[in-house]
């Protein structure tokens, strides 16, 4: 099988220091608004052009093509994408194992080094990576901001804990022997991300594969293949071997489901729902012929999430929480809140302070930097409503309910609270994935608990309590993967909150932690005898 050479380098730089989280910007600072507003225009100037399929180096155009459109503007193209289809698959997969044979013997200090020039890179250009963000999904200003954050991060930490990985020793050493344990790479991995993180999520899962030596087949969301797009550029730009990720946007269904039941595809890294993820972990189980292992599958496929407000909270703290979980980037984020569970005896005061935070979110074009901008699309939109109306039949309309008014061709919605919905009921169960909020009165902390472990899924959760027993229960009891207490349920920190849930919520993977890279390496130990 061929080799591929590595470009030279000019050199390998190491961070010795301790990670360190990436600041967040202050919007607030007339400066920070000055550039942000400036990468805004200059990105704006940039909409519409064509980007091409990238397999091992090679650009590639094809006959159809993927419409990447701003949902605050839906008349308007973001990017205008090639679409992969199963005629692309061999190609890619042939691209990404001739990379492989190379990529796997490049020290882990060039591979930690290449991740750290990306993150260098990205820092140069942040607020015209939020820019693509603020029009390829809708994100405001903060929202857009924190993504690129925490793509950075992800750049610091997997590089160092793959340096860290490779430094391993065993506790115990036999007479007579020098007895190692090795992390090597798994081989080809498909990695499939979501829209609502497209650049940290995206960016995450595939430089955890790569900085262990893995090559990758990447399909980004169709709603969001951009941002990747101008990820893959900033990759190469940083002296990524050809073939060691290959930018493949095309349909799931097609090439996606493909990549997936190749005999050769190693492991498949997604977050999505919970219905693909699901097939993915079925295909992923069945055996085809020349298939040498197990494939692996590391999944995130969303919550139900529940914050707990009892009887003695700090209501203001938790009204708060609430409303910034349940509607931050229009609670399209798996770890929005979309169920509060309130003790009855505070129940209307919460409700009635809910309200009036509520109707001061502000609903527009995110370039605008409003509180919330669109939904991600028609579809969505559509389904959002639907489950609205729902909500309006089995509970109490509390705050909008409806598309915001004179919001012109996009996709935009008013902030919803819908109170007294029971437990079991149809939006206390199911993933909206929109800025709809159920409330739900518990008679206790005992109920609450029950009611919010009563789901199948397990990914985040909060708590607002003042009682240490209560606090302690909690930790014990609430069933979620990442479970915060008297602060909101989103905003997992990189290297703080190790990310990943229970159940169907999916496989636990603890992105942004110091398990993570396990998952994309299998452990070989030597013992070799000396004297």
């Known amino acids: 099988m061929a080799t591929v050479e590595a470009p030279t380098r000019p050199h390998i730089r190491l961070h010795q220091g301790a990670f360190v989280n990436e600041p967040l910007t202050d919007f607030s600072k007339d400066e920070n608004a000055r550039k942000m507003r400036e990468a805004i225009d200059k990105v704006r100037g940039q909409l519409g052009r064509e980007y091409e399929l990238i397999i091992g180096g090679k650009r590639i155009k094809t006959q159809d093509k993927i419409k990447s459109i701003n949902p605050a503007k839906p008349s308007q193209i973001v990017g205008l994408h090639q679409k992969a289809g199963k005629e692309h698959v061999e190609p890619a997969m042939n691209a990404a194992l001739s990379a492989f044979e190379s990529w796997r013997y490049t020290s882990v200090e060039e591979r930690a080094s290449l991740l750290f020039r990306v993150g260098d890179l990205l820092r140069e250009c942040k607020f015209e990576f939020n820019a693509w963000l603020v029009f390829e999904v809708s994100k405001n200003w903060a929202e857009a901001?924190?993504?690129?954050?925490?793509?950075?991060?992800?750049?610091?930490?997997?590089?160092?804990?793959?340096?860290?990985?490779s430094k391993v020793k065993l506790d115990v050493q036999m007479p007579g022997e020098r007895d190692s344990l090795f992390y090597i790479p798994l081989g080809v991995g498909a990695v499939i991300p979501p829209w609502n993180f497209p650049s940290a999520i995206m960016a995450g899962m595939t430089l955890a594969s790569i900085?262990?030596?893995?090559?990758?087949?990447?399909?980004?969301?169709?709603?969001?293949?951009?941002?990747?797009?101008?990820?893959?550029?900033?990759?190469?730009?940083?002296?990524?071997?050809?073939?060691?990720?290959?930018?493949?946007?095309?349909?799931?269904?097609?090439?996606?489901?493909?990549?997936?039941?190749?005999?050769?595809?190693?492991?498949?890294?997604?977050?999505?729902?919970?219905?693909?993820?699901?097939?993915?972990?079925?295909?992923?189980?069945?055996?085809?012929?020349?298939?040498?292992?197990?494939?692996?599958?590391?999944?995130?496929?969303?919550?139900?999430?529940?914050?707990?407000?009892?009887?003695?909270?700090?209501?203001?703290?938790?009204?708060?929480?609430?409303?910034?979980?349940?509607?931050?980037?229009?609670?399209?984020?798996?770890?929005?809140?979309?169920?509060?569970?309130?003790?009855?005896?505070?129940?209307?005061?919460?409700?009635?302070k809910l309200k009036v935070r509520v109707e001061k979110i502000t609903v527009g074009d995110p370039a605008e930097n409003t509180n919330m901008g669109a939904v991600i699309n028609e579809g969505s939109m559509k389904t959002i409503l639907e489950y609205v109306e729902q909500g309006k039949k089995d509970g109490r309309l509390i705050s909008g309910g409806n598309?915001?008014?004179?919001?012109?061709?996009?996709?935009?919605?008013?902030?919803?609270?819908?109170?007294?919905?029971?437990?079991?009921s149809k939006?206390?169960?199911?993933?909206?994935?929109?800025?709809?909020?159920?409330?739900?009165?518990?008679?206790?902390?005992?109920?609450?608990?029950?009611?919010?472990?009563d789901t199948e899924?397990?990914?985040?959760?909060?708590?607002?309590?003042?009682?240490?027993?209560?606090?302690?229960?909690?930790?014990?009891?609430?069933?979620?993967?990442?479970?915060?207490?008297?602060?909101?349920?989103?905003?997992?920190?990189?290297?703080?909150?190790?990310?990943g849930g229970f159940n169907m919520s999916g496989t636990d993977s603890k992105s942004g932690g110091p398990d993570y890279l396990y998952l994309f390496t299998q452990g070989k130990a030597v013992g070799e005898k000396i004297g």
């Open 145 to 165: 901001d924190a993504d690129i954050a925490e793509t950075i991060d992800f750049c610091e930490y997997y590089g160092r804990e793959a340096l860290r990985l």
């Open 211 to 352: 900085v262990s030596g893995n090559t990758v087949i990447l399909k980004p969301s169709s709603d969001s293949p951009t941002i990747a797009a101008k990820f893959v550029e900033l990759l190469e730009e940083a002296g990524m071997p050809d073939g060691v990720v290959n930018f493949c946007p095309g349909a799931g269904a097609s090439f996606g489901n493909a990549v997936v039941a190749h005999p050769k595809t190693r492991y498949i890294a997604f977050t999505g729902s919970r219905e693909v993820g699901l097939d993915i972990n079925k295909s992923a189980a069945t055996h085809a012929p020349g298939q040498l292992w197990i494939k692996r599958t590391i999944l995130e496929m969303g919550g139900k999430d529940a914050i707990v407000v009892d009887a003695d909270a700090d209501l203001d703290s938790a009204v708060e929480g609430v409303a910034q979980s349940a509607f931050g980037f229009q609670g399209q984020k798996c770890s929005a809140c979309s169920r509060a569970i309130v003790d009855e005896r505070i129940y209307d005061k919460f409700l009635e």
């Open 403 to 424: 598309r915001t008014p004179n919001a012109g061709e996009g996709y935009f919605l008013q902030p919803t609270v819908i109170a007294d919905i029971p437990p079991k």
């Open 427 to 453: 939006l206390e169960q199911e993933e909206i994935f929109g800025p709809v909020l159920t409330v739900t009165k518990s008679r206790n902390f005992d109920h609450a608990l029950e009611i919010a472990n």
């Open 457 to 499: 899924f397990g990914l985040t959760g909060a708590v607002y309590t003042k009682s240490k027993e209560k606090i302690s229960r909690a930790i014990r009891e609430f069933h979620v993967g990442n479970l915060y207490i008297n602060r909101k349920c989103t905003g997992a920190t990189v290297g703080a909150h190790p990310f």
